[in-house]
Nanobody, 122 residues
Framework: QVQLVESGGGLVQAGGSLRLSCAASGLTFSSYAMGWFRQAPGKEREFVAAIGWSGSSTYYADSVKGRFTISRDNAKNTVYLQMNSLKPEDTAVYLC???????????????WGQGTQVTVSS
C-alpha cells in the first residue's frame, strides 16, 4: 500500500529555516505529482506547494512564495520542502500528498501522510 512519511519538523525561531522531507513507498513515485499542505488548529487545510512528476513545474501559495521551495528526488522517492524566513503564522502540521497532476485543491490528492509539526516562535 502507499505510504508517505514526513520528517524534519520542529521548533524554530522566527526568521529561521527548516527542511521537511516526505518519503514515499508503494507507488511509482516518478509518475505522480506531489503536494505539501498545512493545517493549523481550528483552521482549514491550506495548500502550500506542489511539484510535477518531473520536478520542472512548481506552484506555491502566495503566502509562502519566495520563502519556501519544493523539490523532489525521484531516485530517492522523496519530496522536500525547504522553508526559509519562517514566521509564527507558518506554525501548523505539514502534510505531503500524492496526486495524478498538480493541483491547489486537497480534493485532487489521493494519498496523504500523517504530517509533521512545525512551530515557529516569535
Amino acid at each position: 500500500q502507499v505510504q508517505l512519511v514526513e520528517s524534519g519538523g520542529g521548533l524554530v525561531q522566527a526568521g529561521g529555516s527548516l527542511r521537511l522531507s516526505c518519503a514515499a513507498s508503494g507507488l511509482t513515485f516518478s509518475s505522480y505529482a506531489m503536494g505539501w499542505f498545512r493545517q493549523a488548529p481550528g483552521k482549514e487545510r491550506e495548500f502550500v506547494a506542489a511539484i510535477g512528476w518531473s520536478g520542472s513545474s512548481t506552484y506555491y501559495a502566495d503566502s509562502v512564495k519566495g520563502r519556501f521551495t519544493i523539490s523532489r528526488d525521484n531516485a530517492k522517492n522523496t519530496v522536500y520542502l525547504q522553508m526559509n524566513s519562517l514566521k509564527p503564522e507558518d506554525t501548523a502540521v505539514y502534510l505531503c500528498a500524492v496526486a495524478t497532476s498538480v493541483s491547489h485543491s486537497s480534493n485532487s490528492y489521493r494519498y496523504w501522510g500523517q504530517g509533521t509539526q512545525v512551530t515557529v516562535s516569535s
